[in-house]
């Protein structure tokens, strides 16, 4: 997935100029900001498989009743009915539409009853996931019928990560400012990276405008997370506004991340303050000799100051080439994922990773290739 850049400080630089910002040589193929499995859908899908295995039989007679029950007034659905059609549902518009059906029965049912109800608003949500149906899930969280049963901090996640992984950054917003409307920004807590990252896809000096604005309003209720403040530094910076983004990350206290380091740089370079990134520079030598810890930066970061430095004549340049190939020299550069690839791969649980990490050692098993997800064991340290 990530894209081992270690080989472009070699090319011919006539071939490669402006590589990075200009060109679509790197792809960002990350799907979404959230495995399969930190959403349910893994678990989901176990218990899809189990049910087809029980209804192979019965599937098309259990549909048929479902649709009978549905057209009578006195129809009762419940709660065992309502779980197997979640997990027997396929990708069209009768079963799309004989769910809905079943869903409304079962909500008039326990309405009526007033009694305890399946919670299946986050399992249904889990199944338009599965299924890849962003415009049922969009109907089906809008109905007004349905909407309460919707309201959990899961479900909108789910919704949100299934229009993001379609590229329906309108529709996300859309469904944020209803969320943030009527549950308030504590319900969504930092799921509102979601928001920062589809404006950073859409890459507008409109989205940068909505994503800055919803900044403010949260900033003032709760402080974001890292990986907030570095898309949206990231977004400014990419519509023109670098000195935006260099206020918006002098309010983070976390400026050793290789994340902020790197959109720091960018920053500068695109101010042409090249003397600010010296000290930035210097750092990381002086944290990896004296620490013996590594904090790395970015290559496509790196590369273009670099190239940058090439093509103009200030007194600055001779101490940052140098800075610079002491910093490649050490192996301090991040060559196996781009900045952009990083803010937008998947969250890591760190308690999980934690777990995980702890039973390696326990069992003395050889460690998994973490470089495939997450690039470097450094990277790893310094996640956002």
Request: with cysteine; net charge positive; aromatic share 12%.
């Amino acid at each position: 997935m990530a894209i081992n850049i270690r080989g472009l400080f070699n090319l011919n630089i006539s071939q490669t100029k402006n590589l990075f910002f200009k060109s679509n040589f790197l792809k960002v193929g990350i799907r979404c900001l959230y495995t399969e499995q930190d959403l349910g859908i893994t678990m989901y899908e176990n218990s899809r498989f189990i049910f087809r295995n029980q209804f192979m039989t019965i599937e098309n007679t259990f549909r048929e009743r479902m649709k009978e029950i549905c057209e009578k007034d006195d129809g009762i659905i419940f709660t065992e009915d309502l779980k197997a059609m979640i997990h027997l549902v396929q990708p069209n518009e009768q079963d799309m539409t004989l769910l809905t059906n079943m869903l409304k029965k079962y909500i008039q049912k326990h309405e009526e009853n007033k009694i305890g109800s399946f919670v299946f608003g986050p399992v249904v949500m889990r199944m338009f996931y599965h299924l890849n149906q962003p415009e049922y899930a969009l109907q089906a969280f809008e109905n007004e019928y349905l909407r309460n049963s919707f309201n959990y901090r899961s479900s909108f996640r789910t919704l949100m990560c299934l229009l993001y992984k379609n590229n329906m950054f309108k529709e996300m917003k859309n469904v944020y400012d209803k969320v943030l409307n009527s549950n308030g920004i504590n319900f969504i807590g930092n799921n509102n990276v979601l928001m920062y990252a589809a404006c950073l896809k859409e890459n507008t000096p409109e989205a940068l405008k909505y994503a800055l604005a919803h900044w403010k309003k949260q900033f003032e209720v709760m402080r974001p997370s890292g990986r907030s403040y570095a898309l949206i530094s990231y977004l400014a910076i990419k519509n023109n506004a670098p000195e935006l983004a260099l206020d918006i990350l002098s309010t983070i206290q976390r400026d050793r991340i290789m994340s902020i380091r790197s959109l720091k740089i960018l920053a500068y370079m695109n101010l042409e303050r090249y003397l600010q990134i010296i000290p930035i520079l210097k750092q990381i030598m002086e944290n990896n000799t004296n620490h013996n810890h590594k904090y790395s930066i970015f290559a496509d970061v790196i590369y273009e100051l670099e190239e940058k430095l090439k093509a103009i004549d200030i007194e600055e340049s001779v101490q940052l080439l140098d800075l610079i190939k002491q910093a490649k020299q050490l192996e301090f550069i991040q060559t196996t994922i781009t900045l952009e690839e990083f803010l937008l791969q998947p969250i890591m649980n760190r308690r999980k990773f934690k777990f995980q990490n702890s039973e390696r050692k326990f069992k003395n098993q050889e460690p998994f290739n973490q470089e495939r997800m997450y690039g470097t064991r450094n990277e790893l340290q310094n996640y956002l």
